[in-house]
């Protein structure tokens, strides 16, 4: 195998020192990343048969092409994929089921409103993430900013559906006379924007 030697001097520049930084950042985004998308295919479907569903199951969906979006830029970045950290993330989604809601050996209603909000954050976090590289995409690295604005205001979408989602759970798992339920989902994503097309562009230049 073929071996590839830096010396001193550049392993410690400050360019060399900023992609180190940069490769970090977007790993642990990438682990948070497949996180996200394994907690949201699972809450499809857990909630596949309810109202809430068909809403679940687009945002995973996108969710998903999202997190390949982010590998694209990653490679136009030439930042490799740290697949420990990547294992570590999904790790601790599996340990998060385990979080004591109320009951022992059932579903609680409560997980309804636990998973919301962690995906809630989620996608916030991922908007963080459009913004980081938005600024990056204004010095000459090989990123698309307007890709990156659709991807924002996407997440911006995901967001609003997500709170809507939330607030139905909340009303069920807390009060009596609780909307009908993905009522409110339906009502932020009907104020916001049009859709994203279904066919996933490619996002780095």
Known sequence: ?????RSPESRSSPAAARHRLLTVYLNDHLAGAGSGVC???????????TPAGPL????????AEDRESL??????????????????????????????????MSRSPLSDVLELEAMRLGVEGKASLWRS???????????????????????GRQ??????LRVDAVGRTF?????APAR????????????TPARRTRWAS
Not at 184 to 195: I, M, N
């Open 159 to 164: 967001a609003a559906v997500l709170e809507g």
């Open 71 to 104: 590998r694209e830029f990653m490679t136009a970045l030439d930042v490799p994929a740290r697949w420990s950290r990547i294992v570590m993330g999904r790790l601790a989604e599996k340990a998060a089921r385990a979080k004591l809601n109320g009951r022992l």
């Open 184 to 195: 409110a989902g339906r009502d932020h994503a009907r104020r916001t924007a049009r859709r």
């Open 175 to 179: 009060t009596a006379g609780a909307p």
């Open 39 to 49: 907690l949201i295919r699972r809450m499809a479907r857990t909630q596949r048969d």
């Open 133 to 155: 590289l938005e600024t990056l995409a204004e010095t000459s690295a090989p990123l698309d900013p307007a890709a990156l604005g659709r991807l924002l205001d996407r997440a």
């Open 1 to 5: 195998m073929e071996t590839h030697f």
């Open 56 to 63: 679940l199951a687009d945002l995973a969906g996108e969710i």
